[in-house]
């Protein structure tokens, strides 16, 4: 397994070391910024820093207003407060005037595993992908944090940033340049394409290696942005593999596979297994059993690869 890393402090620390260099950043935070990690710019500039307590919406309308006047605001909080209680007004004071804010989501997806399904964040991905304007970021790993918020604070417009709480294995170094809608070749293969998101990354490239030992090549696509998504990476995969996995810790409607089904919907079709939560509410419990428990192995990665290649046609009988 690779080093492991907090993206959360990744963060922190980029977002301090953006602010020393750019005085039009802001930071907003809902009473959690030693768990988003925005402490560190707080205690460096107190007087750019605004801590709303424990309201979302009005921290957003907030953002918005700041930006309105120039500066770039980085609103902090769970992801499942941002997407879900601040919804309301990233739509109107954010997204439909399609101003400069930057909303960073912490505790993507079940990594706030024991806190169970009302802090867990599996539906993110779906709310900010279905609002006009708003680009859709989820980070893989700490340097790829790191680039990603260095890259958007020169990008004009909204967008939401998805971190997991918890440190994970790290693939990028720091040569690793973020690029927003570019997906990445992490490993060719011609049998079939896992299409990946966030942290799966590292069970989705085990999930590789198993299959080769079989004689199944496999085509890594690591998907950083799922809005503006890179449909030339998926069409280009679609015709030179010809069968897709989509694998996302979010529920499997409106994320991910919900992304790659529709650039194949209307170019090259493709057979498309989809691995997620289930549409079910998740329970408390250890981060990597919960992974497990819903359907995000290393194993349940190989049988979907298996499944989708034999809906391909290819003649063997994958068990």
Same mark, same amino acid.
């Given at each position: 397994?690779?080093?492991?890393?907090?993206?959360?402090?990744?963060?922190?620390?980029?977002? !301090?070391?953006?602010?020393?260099?750019?005085?039009?950043?802001?930071? !907003?935070?809902?009473?959690?910024?030693?768990?988003?990690?925005?402490?560190?710019?707080?205690?460096? *500039?107190?007087?750019?820093?605004?801590?709303?307590?424990?309201?979302?919406?009005?921290?957003?309308?907030?953002?918005?207003?700041?930006?309105?006047?120039?500066?770039?605001? *980085?609103?902090?909080?769970?992801?499942?407060?941002?997407?879900?209680?601040?919804?309301? $007004?990233?739509?109107?004071?954010?997204?439909? %005037?399609?101003?400069?804010?930057?909303?960073?989501?912490?505790?993507?997806?079940?990594?706030?595993?024991?806190?169970?399904?009302?802090?867990? +964040?599996?539906?993110? !991905?779906?709310?900010?992908?279905?609002?006009?304007?708003? +680009?859709?970021?989820?980070?893989? =790993?700490?340097?790829?944090?790191?680039?990603?918020?260095?890259?958007?604070?020169?990008? $004009?417009?909204?967008?939401?940033?998805?971190?997991?709480? %918890?440190?994970?294995?790290?693939? *990028? =170094?720091?040569?690793?340049?973020?690029?927003?809608?570019?997906?990445?070749?992490?490993?060719?293969? +011609? =049998?079939?394409?896992?299409?990946?998101?966030?942290?799966?990354?590292?069970?989705?490239?085990?999930?590789?290696?198993?299959?080769?030992?079989?004689?199944?090549?496999?085509?890594?696509? $690591?998907?950083?942005?799922?809005?503006?998504?890179?449909?030339?990476?998926?069409?280009?995969?679609?015709?030179?593999?010809?069968?897709?996995?989509?694998?996302?810790?979010? %529920?499997?409607?409106?994320? !991910?596979?919900?992304?790659?089904?529709?650039?194949?919907? +209307?170019?090259?079709?493709?057979?498309?297994?989809?691995?997620?939560?289930?549409?079910?509410?998740?329970?408390?419990?250890?981060?990597?059993?919960?992974?497990?428990?819903?359907?995000?192995?290393?194993? =349940?990665?190989?049988?979907?690869?298996?499944?989708?290649?034999?809906?391909?046609?290819?003649?063997?009988?994958?068990?």
């Amino acid at each position: 397994m690779n080093k492991l890393v907090s993206m959360r402090e990744s963060y922190g620390e980029t977002l !301090l070391e953006l602010g020393k260099d750019n005085p039009d950043i802001v930071v !907003l935070d809902c009473d959690v910024a030693h768990s988003t990690k925005t402490i560190y710019f707080a205690k460096q *500039f107190p007087d750019r820093f605004f801590n709303f307590g424990i309201q979302e919406a009005n921290m957003m309308d907030a953002a918005a207003g700041l930006a309105s006047v120039g500066l770039i605001p *980085f609103a902090n909080t769970f992801s499942f407060l941002a997407t879900l209680r601040a919804s309301e $007004q990233i739509r109107t004071s954010v997204a439909y %005037n399609n101003l400069n804010v930057k909303i960073i989501g912490s505790y993507g997806g079940l990594s706030d595993s024991y806190d169970g399904a009302s802090h867990q +964040s599996v539906f993110d !991905l779906a709310v900010m992908r279905s609002m006009p304007n708003i +680009s859709v970021v989820v980070a893989t =790993d700490a340097v790829e944090t790191k680039k990603a918020v260095r890259a958007i604070v020169s990008i $004009q417009g909204p967008i939401y940033l998805r971190l997991c709480r %918890n440190e994970v294995p790290v693939f *990028f =170094d720091e040569d690793y340049e973020f690029v927003l809608g570019r997906a990445n070749v992490l490993r060719q293969g +011609s =049998d079939l394409t896992l299409v990946v998101t966030g942290i799966l990354l590292e069970r989705t490239m085990s999930a590789a290696e198993e299959l080769a030992r079989e004689g199944i090549e496999c085509r890594v696509l $690591q998907v950083p942005t799922l809005k503006p998504i890179d449909s030339e990476a998926i069409i280009k995969a679609s015709e030179e593999t010809g069968a897709l996995v989509a694998i996302e810790e979010h %529920n499997i409607i409106g994320g !991910l596979g919900s992304a790659v089904a529709e650039v194949l919907g +209307s170019s090259i079709p493709a057979p498309l297994e989809r691995i997620g939560i289930p549409d079910v509410f998740a329970e408390s419990g250890d981060y990597n059993q919960l992974l497990d428990k819903y359907g995000m192995s290393c194993q =349940d990665i190989v049988r979907a690869a298996k499944a989708v290649l034999k809906r391909k046609g290819m003649s063997k009988n994958y068990s």
